[in-house]
């Protein structure tokens, strides 16, 4: 059933107050639907692949030229279609954990730091070296 035309402005009204509280979990919301459309466009792109071979198999089979390289072109299209999707996909998996981890713990911080596994190793080694030397 269709909203009605003031439950839709009332619906716009309660997305903007959202958006102007707390723009990270809009953008959050805004992101899991981009990542929900992408997924989807994955998986056509991947079946109209199949398709496309199907397709190029059956020009082959019956010796019709025209029908397997319209298999081809719609194999082309559809690897294509699933590149950019797919990109679009990571950019946003890329993008959306850094929101959560602004409360997180002393060990996402260090992740965050650039400093390696050796590197926090050597820092602990000095620091019981210099504790002990005292």
Do not use: C, H
């Amino acid at each position: 059933m269709p909203l009605s035309d003031e439950e839709a402005r009332m619906l716009a009204q309660l997305e903007q107050s959202l958006a102007a509280e707390d723009p990270e979990f809009a953008s959050t919301l805004r992101g899991s639907k981009v990542l929900a459309r992408s997924r989807r466009t994955a998986i056509l792109a991947v079946l109209g692949f199949i398709a496309g071979l199907g397709v190029l198999f059956t020009g082959a089979v019956t010796a019709t030229t025209w029908v397997g390289v319209l298999g081809f072109i719609a194999m082309l299209v559809s690897a294509y279609v699933f590149s950019t999707a797919w990109s679009r996909g990571q950019a946003i998996r890329q993008a959306e954990p850094d929101a959560p981890a602004s409360g997180g713990s002393g060990r996402s911080k260090n992740k965050r730091s650039g400093s390696s596994f050796v590197d926090r190793m050597e820092e602990r080694w000095q620091r019981r070296q210099d504790n002990d030397g005292f």
